[in-house]
Each structure stands twice: as C-alpha cells, then as structure tokens.
C-alpha cells in the first residue's frame, strides 16, 4: 500500500475536482451517541436503516465499481491500529462474494467518504461494519437483477462467486460488465437478506492485516511518514502552561538562524517553520529559551483531586433510580475509589501535515473524525467548510481524542500563513505529554446493602466526574484556536446523560439489583485538560464496582464468580464469566504467601461486548511491587469478523489498563502539568507483562457486531484490585497502584 | 559527509550535529527508524550501528563514519521479507504499528550477539523499548519466531536464501 | 638446637591454642521459629525503618528474586562472595536464630553454628548497634515471608574459603563494641554518627579499604568504591562543586536527588530509596553529622560553588551551542560531540529531576578519578519500570575510546576546570570490556526487589 499515492493525486487535481467520483451524499447537520456535546455525526435520514446507512443511506457512497471490475469501499471510520481496514474489507468480500484482498478501501476524507463523525466507543464494526455489510449484500443483489436481465435468465439462477455472476448455464458477467452510471446511486432498502455464518468464507476467518507488511518494512505507513515535494517543518514553541499568556520573544534571533523560513506568531500561538526538520528543532529549542511567558497558578491540588471534584460541581444528574427509595436490608458496606488524570500517550508524538492553495485547505490528519475535525478547522480559519478538507492517514496508536486533532489545527493555522507550502508540524514528545487532553480524573462512593440471603437488595452509586469529551466539532476544541489572537474559547461542558454514558458510562451494575440509584455529580471546569480516553469514564465506574461486588461477595461469604452469577440473569453475560473462569482454572485452593487471584466483568456501556477477566498477582510487600503473572479473559462481541483483531485488541486492552492501574497519574503542581516524558510519566515495560495472556473469544455468528476494543479497561483494573485483595486481605481504593500506596496499604 | 546504510554508502549534505534520525527519514528517504521521544526513554528510533541497538534520534552523525548503519530496511523487502519480518507478519505482532521497526532491530541486534537468547534474555533485552497499545505478547512471541527463522536461515545454503 | 625447637613448638602450641580459643565460637542451639504474635507490631515497624537504614535487602535480595532470600553474587578483590538467606525459613534461612545468635552475629560477626562470617557482612560497623535495635530488626526479619532457597556456595581460593582464617582478620582490624556517645556533641550529632557508622554503614563504601578489605581507619569517610562506583568522599575532601551542607544533605538523602547536586547514582541510588521509610528527624541527623565532617568551606570552595550554581543558571537562559574553537584538541573535539549529542538533555533547562543534570554541578567530573563519568557514559542510567526515574541512554554502542576520551577531556575541562584524568583510557577499556564490573542500575533509588529492572550488571 503507498500512502502517498493520495497525496500526489491530491496535489495533482483534487481541488480542480477530478470527477472520477461521484459522491452524492448529502453532508448533514450533527449527534454522537454519548460523547460529545458538540453533535458529530449526520442525523439519521432513515432510521431504519442498520449502521451507518441510517446517515447515508445511498449505495454509492458506500461502494463504487469501475468497468474493469475494480470494487472500492469507502468508511467514514479510521484505521487506529484496531485491524479496521482488514475487518472491513473481510465484511464487503463476503457479501459481494469476493477476495478481501481483491478489494480497495479508502478511509475517512471528507472528499470521499460518509461522514461517521469519530472513529470511537467502538463503534466501527457496529456501525460502519454494519452498514457496509448491508449495502455489499444489497449491492450484490443489484448485479444479480441486472445480470438476470442481460442473460435472460432467473435471478435465482443465478449466483454471486469471485467478483463475477454465474449462471446455471455456465455463463459469467463480472462486476464490472453490469456496472452502469448510476446503477449504484439509490438508496439501500434494508431489505435484502444477508448471508448465513454457515456460508462464510470471509467474515470469522483469519485474514492476515493489509497493513503489517508496509509497518515492518519500512513502507510509509503514517502521517509522519509523508514527505511532499516543497514541505517545510514546522515545530511548536507550546507555552510552560494552558493559559500562559507570550510576554515577550526575540523574533529576529530565531529567523536569522540558519535555515529558519519564518516565525509564526498569532496571540499566544507560536511556531518556527525551517527548511530541515533539526533546523527548526535548533530554532524551536532557541525560542523555547527566550520566550518569556506570563504564568498564574490555577491548576487544582494533585494530591486532594477529590476535593476539587467535590467543590467543582454544578449539577446532579440521575443515571438510573429504580425501586424503592429505601430498603433495609442484613448488612450495608460502603466504599470510596478515585482515579488521577491519566494519559493516552501515544509512542508517536501527533504529527499533522496542511496545505493551502487557491483559498482551500487540505489536511492529512490522524485525526478520529474528518468530518468534525474540518468544521472545527474551518471555525478557526474562517473558511467555508467546504473549503476544507480533511484526510485522515493513519497515526501512531489512537486510544481516544489526543493531539491529532490539535496538531491538524497547528499545521493548517501555519499552513495559511504561508501558501503554496505543504508544512509538516510534528509534535515533540514534552508537548504530546503536557498537551494532550487527559482521562479525566474521577471519585465514585458506592454503598450496597446484602439481605440474609447474601443477594444485593440496595445500590447506591454517585460518580463527580468532568465529561469526557472536549472533541472538535467547533474552534475552541482546538488548541491552536484557544492560543491564536482571537482565543477561541472551549464550549462549556454540558451535563448529558446517555445510554451509551460518558462519565456515567457503566455506572449502571448490569447486574440484578432491584434498587437503584445512580448520579453523576456534574464538574464543568477542567482546570487540568481532559477528553476521552478509551473507555471514558467506564474504566473508574467498573473498576469501583466491580471491586466492590467483591467486597460484597467477601461479606456474603460466596466465592466473587459465584456471587456475579448469582446476580446475572443474562445467559451471554454468564457464558463469558464461566468461560473466564474455566480458562483459569478458578478455584479457591490456596495459593503461596503473597499471591492472589482476581475476577471481574462487565459489558461495555451495558449494550457492547460482554468481557470476564480473571488474572493471578504476585503482591511483594517488602518492595511493593504487584506483578501479574497470567490472566485469562473470555470476550463476546456478537459475530466475531476477525477473531485475530479481537484477540489483539483484548490483549492490547488488558496490558494497557494493567499500566494505567499499576503505575499511571498525571503529575502537576499548582501552576504546570509535571509529567512532560515517560521519566516522569513511567507506562508498563516488558519487564512488567505478564507471562501469559490467554483470550477466548466466544462467538456468537449471526449475531450483530458488539463493539470491543474498550471492553477490557475496567474489568482488568478491577481485576488487579480484587486479586490485590485476595493477596494481602487489603483493598486499594485509590488508582493507580504505586509502589509506595501498597506499602502504606500493607504496612509492615 | 559518507555514511554506510544498509550496506550502501551515501554522501550526505547534513549539519554533523543532525541526529541520525532525520538524515535517515529526510535525507535517505527510510521511514522505519520513528520519532518518538527524542530522548532515549522509548526506543522508537532504534536502528543498529556495528550490530549494536542504538537510538538514532541522540546519535549525531559526526559520530558514525565508517559505521555500519542497518535499518528495518535493511532486515528485507515487502517483497521478500527477512525472518525477522516474516517473524512479525506470521504473528501479526502490531497493532498500530509504530514501535514495531524500533523492536524488532533491538530484537534484531539481540539475536546477532547471541542467536541463542533464551526467551527471558529476549525479554529483559527488549525492556528499553516502549509499546502503548499493549502488543508485548505477540512481540514476544515474534521475536522467539524470529529466533528460529533466523537460525534456518543462517543454516540454510546460500542459494536458497537467495 | 633441640631444646629450642622444642621450645618453640610449645610456644607455637600456646599461641595456636590461644589463637582457636580466641577464634573458636561455640554453636548457639537451634530455636523454634518465632511467631508473629511473639513480637509488638510497633517493634515490628521499628525493625522496618532499621533494617532500610541498613540497606539489608541491597545485597540480600537477588535482582528478581524475591525480597531477603540472599545469594545475591558480591564481587571482592578475593572472590564472589554470595549473600545469605535471611528469611525466616527454618531449613535455609535465619528461622532457627534466636534473638541471641542473631545479636551475636551483628555485633561479633559469627554465624549461629558458631562459624565466622566473612566482612562482607559489614559486622564491623554492626557491632554498633544498640541491643534494643537488634531486637527490632529481629523483629522484622523473623516476621518476613520465609522463602526456602540456599545460598550458593561462596566462590573463594584457599585458604580463604577456611572461615577459621577470618579470625585472624578480626584479630587484626576489628574493633568489636557498641557505639560510644560524644558528650560534647548534641543529641542530633550523635544519633547521626550511630546511623552513619552502625547500621548505616556509610564506611563500607564511602572508606578506602587496605590490602585485606578492611577500611583504612585513618581514612575515615575519604571516598571509597561500590560495585563499579566510586564512592566519593564525605569529608573535607568532597567533591561536590557546591559545597554539602545539613539542609542539601537532608534534601537529597529524603528524596534522592539535590537541584545542586544531581541524581543518586549507582548503589547509592538504592540507599536514597530505602530511607524513604526514614523519619524526617532520623535523616535530618544524619545530615547534621556528614556536614560536620565535611566542615565549613573555605572561601574559595564557596566561591567556587557559586560560580558552578552561576554558570548552570546561565546555561538555562543561552541558546546551547559549541564555542566554535576549530583547534583540534581532545577537548575542543569533546566539545562538538557534547553539543551534538548530549547538549540536548543537559542544556536544556528540562525540569529536575527527570531531566538531564547541569553537568557545572556534577560531583562526577569533579572527583579525583573518571570512574563514575566512564560507567554513566558508556551504560546510561536505564528506566525503573513503572515509576518515575531519570532515564539516561548508555553511548557505548555509539562512541569508540577515542569519541569518549575526548567527550571526557571537554567535560572535565568545561566543567570542572581541570586536566583530563591520567587513567582515562585504561578505565574505559576494562570498564568497556566488562574486566573492571559495575552495577548499573535505575536512578530512582529502587531497592533490589523482585523485577529490580532495568538492573543489569556489566
């Protein structure tokens, strides 16, 4: 695959239109279930079209054929490092009947593709997956009528196989032969019936990823590897804090260095754009020494988040209230967990390339939604949306609203200053850490009450929480807008209550409690930059429950699985916790000194996959440090399209929450972030993983798609928590793990 | 000045104080060694000099005449993939991909000093270098393979390798 | 003739009898292993602060073995010596100890079947230790995790691996008696100098040692070695560029690092880790001693240090680049290579104490050989896993002899104003080739728990 090809052809004629496609979508307003307050994708035209089609119900959007028989698909979703553009293709061959290799993909663009507002919760095998399935059957259907009419023969005698139909007659006519103008151009009915899992060929088998290859072999394969011809690099000179003001900078010392093109500065804003990449890292670092910047201290106490939270809040909001307001019960327990900002930290600093030329920008993004992400640019610029444009290419790996977005922002507001000039920003990796927006930090209070039998009567949970999205959509999502002259200001955060939840999401226990009462105790200042952060504010609410399901299971005196069991009806929830618990061989046979086991589960947003988890910890309590040794995890997210992608994803899930769970907090003091490398912001090493991970996935073929790739956040927090427990008869309520709150926790 | 890379000698027009890093990716054209710190601290750039894992993005060039550089280029094509390549794609040991080029020339540097690294050696060897998307698994299980491919390889007569 | 030969063989047997009354140490019983019942929680916890005072689990802890369970290898000019089990595992641990024989061996340095132990062990600053100390750390120790796991053999030449042989090592250098009080010092004095020369142990590597592996005792605290490091002085003779005083002292043993003074390093970095557990007061006091001994500073020594602190503040604000000398000298070659490869992290102004240290601050280049420089260039100072720590990249991979020869020329001139080191080239060659040994080891102050990682040994 060459990445660059759409760059030149981009270059060559994109702006001129080169009406070799037709896109005939409309390009509606706005609603993102759950995140976001600024709305991002169309509203539905026919809500009663599956997936995405409900937006962008016309076929065509969806797949093109040429005469030469060549199948293009396009999503409005993104590559994230989640095996997407495999996943999708292997959802279109086996509804069009062909190799999935066979078939070209093009991803998020505003010049091409539906809009799908972000790439996020893990929606995209539900909802573009979804869609193009749908639309390949329908489409397949439509060369079967139309090859029905050329051959005079019965659309049922007629087949689809390899790209081609067939005839009972032995006759063939490829894609390609049937195709004509607008064939393709109406809209899906939802009424075509779609393949049995019985005769797959595609979807559920393992299909090697499209883009391995080019990764391993030096291919360019991300934003940062495109070069266009004439590109000049550009570095950010960020200020020390979000709302330090530029005092003063000696601009002539930094243009006259070698090298250096120009000084970019708008406001707060600042930018040295250079011929070579280390001259404008040698300008950048000059700048960043005699910048004087005008600093005040409004940043909350690190060590008193609660506090903050607990003072910050403008409004409750209900999540759930069933049953009776009070109830009685043998034995209440109650417990408080909290949660720091952590950090997305991508190993690839964002990185952004723009560039403007006959009043139009174009922007080669990493960015989770191209479609938001141009209106927010367009704001900023002041153009007209149509005016922009966004394509995404992929980035270092995604797991929520990092500084792709902001970086797309910095490239195209330095891109206008200076046209003609592709402009390349690459972020270092101190403005990556200190400005990305983080997973806001979190406090959750639950109690519970037990009745004689040792069954849950009473539930009470309250959650204070910022929200966890500030995604673009408009200007003051992004950074560059916010420090420009004309400071662009973040619209204020919205309470918002959701079936899918955003800090409330799974706040709600799945399990089978008659009483219930949840609420979100709403912080709308974010004095410390946050947005969403894989799994938004599930992985706290599931950590702080499902740690406490065992607190209440210890109180019952039943076994944690057995106690889940006996509160879930749900036989898919079930199927994953016994599986779980059979891959690891649960028991209560007693382990040597200072280990312990742990289980917990939940079902993403209580309507996406169902996820157990059950792991073993070592617990050192001279040094404090806990190592988990093997884990176990059954999964079930509907059909499984690639099981492979699954298994990663879930593997990827459980490291990177055990890292945010053991070791991870954003540092700061009242004036700066204080975690600006991974000195300073430590993340998992290979010394730390586990010496096993085993996933199963429980397929349910047939079934719609479950999103997975969040499943694993909380469960495997709370997990380590509960195995913690198991280890050393002591609970750690507070994230993350270090080493010195273990020892605190066990004394000696 | 001439650096040696992936065993062919290029004339560069940098600045000797340019870290290895940019002269790589913008002068020669090679995306495999990534920005990812510019510190040390996540081994993103990780290129090999002299069959030794270094970070290319605080090696300056002055530093390197007559130095063998090898690069994830260096290791095989698309087209015609070395085990260690072939090792990663078998196991479809990335998710987004980005650290990858970087592990797998530590790994690669590894295996060279000791084509018999036990799994703990490769382990412990790899720790310098970080991964996000928790892909440690399948890199591990990558690098055995790589071990063994490597092993045949070697074994292997010249012809065939060809 | 015969008569004096028989005389002298009954000398010779008077002497020898002597010699093994002295040396010979009667076995203490074997005791049924105590109970965490036996013991007060509150002793229990004394015993914890102790027992990180004396840095225990530094050389009885196995990098990713578990926390006690000894045969960690320890490299001596005669041989490796491996640490013992002091877990309280009845089999091969300490478990059949009573509190007697664990005393003993802390104050005599002999081993509970009677036989003595080698000073690697350092029972010459142990045999300071107050009794009612060595009741807590028993304490502690008998209440840890018993992990059954025998220590490896020792790996010494005749006639050292004869334990007998040690008495005669004691008989010549050890000065066996608890710790004497100076009356005309405050409280605060004397309960540091009890930390510093009891269980502290600060001599062991802070002292030189003579031909017999005994601290030289008229070169108490004048800078002595560590697994591969120097252990600079804390006397008069300090090489800090800013001078010590109580109040860094105290910063930097609290925390492990001084905004003046860097980093620790190397095994001091574990020490700085266990006194975490420390009370303030307890570190303040050893503060208050190490800055008597090192004494007020001259004149010239203060002005130094303000000049040092001058030129690092100064170093913040100008833009980092080579001076542009085309002569070529080593230093003026060293020169370019600092500029290109390590101005970036030093030059930098990034915040302490993750960023990289102002070299016009660093005890290394400052002190009276090149070892500490040559061991954090060649293998860095490698990540502590999953906890903050300055994480520093190894140049031996990249820089031959001659880069490094030079790089040191420049450094030792810029920023410590003298001549390059005579041994330099000798140093980097066994210290390269792995013939002089050196621990590397995160900068965090990390003890040598299980997965102590990135701890690697060169």
């Known amino acids: ?748 | 000045m001439k650096l040696t890379v992936n065993g062919t000698a290029h004339e560069v027009d940098a600045d000797p104080s340019t870290p290895l890093l940019y002269v790589l990716r913008n002068d020669l054209g090679l995306n495999g060694a990534k920005f990812g710190c510019g510190l040390g601290q996540c081994g993103a750039c990780t290129v090999m000099v002299d069959g030794k894992a270094v970070f290319s993005c605080l090696t300056p060039v002055m530093l390197l005449e007559d130095r063998e550089i090898k690069t994830v280029e260096g290791l095989g094509t698309i087209d015609n993939p070395g085990p260690m390549q072939t090792a990663f794609i078998e196991e479809q040991a990335a998710q987004c991909g980005y650290c990858i080029p970087g592990m797998m020339m530590r790994a690669q540097s590894i295996l060279e000093a000791n084509p018999d690294a036990t799994d703990d050696e490769l382990r412990h060897g790899l720790e310098p270098n970080l991964c996000r998307c928790g892909t440690h698994m399948r890199i591990l299980r990558a690098v055995s393979k790589a071990r063994t491919l490597m092993k045949s390889a070697s074994a292997a007569p010249a012809v065939e390798r060809a | 003739m015969k008569r004096l030969i028989v005389r002298f063989v009954i000398l010779l047997a008077i002497v020898a009898a002597g010699l093994f009354a002295y040396a010979w140490k009667p076995a203490i019983d074997p005791a049924t292993p105590p109970q965490r019942a036996d013991f007060d929680q509150e002793l229990i916890e004394k015993g914890a602060q102790l027992a990180a005072v004396g840095n225990c689990t530094a050389c009885h802890t196995n990098p990713g073995g578990r926390s006690f369970a000894g045969s960690f290898a320890m490299p001596t000019p005669f041989g490796i010596i491996y640490s013992s089990n002091i877990t309280p595992d009845p089999e091969t641990g300490i478990g059949q100890w009573s509190e007697a024989a664990f005393s003993r061996a802390m104050r005599e340095g002999v081993s509970r079947d009677g036989s003595h132990l080698y000073p690697a062990f350092p029972f010459d600053h142990f045999t300071r230790v107050s009794d009612e100390d060595n009741k807590a750390l028993y304490a502690f120790l008998m209440t840890r995790p018993a992990v059954k796991q025998s220590p490896l053999a020792n790996e010494l030449p005749f006639p050292l691996n004869i334990r007998f042989v040690l008495a005669g090592w004691k008989l010549l250098f050890f000065d066996e008696g608890a710790h004497q009080n100076v009356a005309s010092r405050s409280d605060e004095w004397n309960r540091g100098a009890y930390l510093v020369d009891g269980l502290g142990h600060c001599g062991a590597c802070h002292t030189p040692r003579n031909a017999f592996g005994a601290e030289k005792p008229d070169a108490y605290l004048a800078g002595g070695e560590a697994e591969g490091w120097s252990a600079f002085a804390l006397n008069e003779a300090s090489p800090a560029p800013v001078p010590w005083t109580a109040d860094s002292l105290y910063a930097y043993l609290r925390r492990g690092w001084h905004a003046d003074h860097g980093v620790a390093n190397g095994p001091m970095a574990e020490v700085t880790g266990n006194l975490g557990l420390l009370p303030d007061s307890d570190i303040r006091a050893i503060a208050v001693y190490l800055e008597s001994l090192m004494g007020t500073p001259s004149a010239e020594r203060e002005q130094r240090g303000e000049q040092a602190l001058k030129a690092a503040a100064a170093s913040d604000l100008v833009l980092a680049s080579a001076s542009g000398a085309q002569d070529d000298t080593p230093a003026a070659r060293g020169e370019t290579i600092y500029y290109a490869a390590c101005a970036t992290c030093h030059d930098s102004n990034r915040p302490q104490p993750f960023g990289g240290s102002n070299l016009h601050l660093s005890s290394a280049l400052n002190a009276p050989d090149p070892q500490n420089a040559i061991n954090v260039i060649l293998f860095g100072l490698p990540a502590a896993s999953g906890r903050q720590s300055s994480i520093m990249p190894g140049f031996a991979a990249i820089m031959n002899d001659q880069q490094m020869s030079d790089l040191l020329a420049y450094l030792r001139e810029e920023f410590a104003q003298q001549p390059n080191w005579d041994d330099v080239a000798s140093r980097l060659t066994d210290t390269r080739s792995g013939k002089y040994h050196v621990s590397v080891r995160p900068s965090d102050g990390i003890e040598r728990g299980p997965d102590n990682v990135g701890a690697k040994d060169q």
């Not at chain 1, 005698?157 to 607008?182: K, P, Q, W």
């Not at chain 1, 952590?342 to 939604?369: C, K, R, Y």
């Open chain 1, 1 to 748: 695959m060459n990445i660059s090809t759409p760059l030149n052809a981009t270059r060559r004629g994109f702006l001129a239109g080169t009406g070799a496609l037709v896109v005939s979508f409309a390009i509606p307003a706005v609603a993102q279930e759950g995140e976001v307050a600024t709305p991002a994708t169309p509203a539905p035209q026919n809500p009663d079209l599956p997936g995405s089609l409900a937006e962008t119900p016309s076929l065509d959007a969806w797949i093109r054929i040429d005469a030469n028989g060549k199948v293009t698909v396009f999503t409005g979703k993104v590559e994230l490092g989640q095996g997407t553009k495999t996943a999708l293709r292997q959802i279109a061959a086996e509804e069009l009947e062909m190799d999935p290799a066979s078939i070209e993909l093009i991803t998020a663009d505003t010049g091409q593709t539906p809009n799908e507002g972000y790439t996020a919760g893990s929606q995209t095998i539900q909802n573009s997956g979804t869609a193009i399935r749908h639309a390949s059957a329908e489409v397949r259907e439509i060369m079967i009528r139309q090859a029905s009419e050329k051959l005079g023969i019965p659309a049922e005698d007629l087949r689809a196989e390899n790209g081609r139909i067939v005839a009972s007659d032995g006759r063939t006519l490829g894609y390609g032969e049937i195709v004509a103008d607008d064939l393709l151009h109406v809209d899906a009915t939802g009424n075509v019936p779609l393949k049995s899992p019985d005769s797959y060929h595609a979807i559920g088998k393992p299909f090697a990823r499209v883009d391995i290859p080019a990764k391993v072999t030096g291919g360019a394969a991300f934003v940062q590897d495109l070069r266009p011809e004439g590109m000049l690099h550009a570095r950010l000179v960020r200020p020390p804090t979000y709302t330090a003001r530029l005092v003063e900078i000696d601009e002539d010392a930094i243009t006259s260095m070698p090298g250096v093109v120009t000084l970019v500065r708008d406001g707060d804003f600042l930018a040295v754009i250079a011929e070579q990449e280390f001259q404008a890292i040698t300008a950048m670092r000059a700048a960043y020494a005699t910048a004087k910047w005008d600093e005040k201290e409004n940043l909350p106490d690190q060590n008193d988040i609660p506090a903050f939270l607990e003072s910050a809040v403008s409004e409750t909001g209900s999540v759930a209230s069933v049953g009776a307001e009070s109830v009685s019960g043998a034995r209440t327990l109650q417990a408080q967990f909290t949660r720091p900002y952590q950090m997305h930290g991508s190993i690839g600093p964002s990185a952004a390339i723009a560039l403007f030329e006959n009043d139009a920008m174009t922007v080669w993004t990493h960015t989770q939604g191209v479609y938001p992400d141009r209106d927010a640019l367009a704001e900023m610029l002041d153009l007209p949306p149509e005016k922009v444009r966004c394509i995404h290419v992929e980035g270092s790996g995604c797991y929520g609203h990092n500084g792709a977005d902001d970086a797309a922002a910095d490239a195209a507001l330095i891109a206008k200053w200076l046209p003609g000039k592709p402009i390349r920003v690459q972020w270092t990796r101190e403005q990556e850490h200190l400005w990305e927006p983080y997973g806001a930090g979190m406090l959750t209070r639950v109690s519970a009450t037990l009745d004689d039998s040792g069954k849950i009567v009473d539930w009470r949970y309250d959650l204070w929480s910022n929200s966890h999205s500030t995604r673009p959509g408009s200007a003051g999502s992004l950074m560059a807008a916010r420090l420009m002259g004309r400071h662009f200001q973040l619209e204020p955060a919205k309470l918002q209550i959701s079936p899918s939840g955003n800090g409330d999401r799974n706040a709600i226990p799945l399990y089978d409690i008659p009483n219930q009462r949840v609420n979100w105790h709403f912080v709308p200042d974010m004095p410390v930059r946050v947005s969403a952060l894989r799994g938004l504010g599930a992985y706290c609410n599931i950590f702080s429950l499902e740690s406490f399901m065992d607190e209440l299971a210890e109180a019952a005196e039943t076994d944690p699985v057995e106690f889940r069991l006996r509160h879930m009806t749900d036989p898919r929830a079930r199927t994953v916790i016994e599986t779980a618990a059979e891959k690891f061989g649960w028991s209560d046979d007693p382990l040597p000194q200072g280990r312990g086991r742990g289980f917990a589960f939940a079902q993403y947003k209580n309507h996406a996959a169902y996820l157990a988890i059950a792991l073993e910890a070592a617990v050192d309590r001279e040094t404090g440090i806990v190592k988990i040794s093997h884990v176990a995890c059954a999964v079930d997210c509907g059909e499984a399209v690639a099981p492979d992608a699954i298994i990663n994803q879930t593997e990827g899930g459980i490291i990177q929450s055990m890292s945010w769970t053991l070791y991870e907090a954003v540092q700061f003091d009242r004036t700066r972030i204080q975690s600006p490398d991974w000195s300073a912001y430590p993340i998992a090493r290979f010394s730390a993983i586990p010496d096993s991970i085993e996933v199963a996935v429980v397929d349910n073929p047939g079934t719609p798609y479950l999103g997975v790739a969040e499943a694993a956040q909380g469960p495997t927090g709370a997990a380590i928590g509960n195995a913690f427990r198991h280890a050393t008869g002591k609970r750690i309520h507070d994230l993350p793990f270090t080493r010195e709150r273990v020892k605190t926790v066990l004394g000696v």
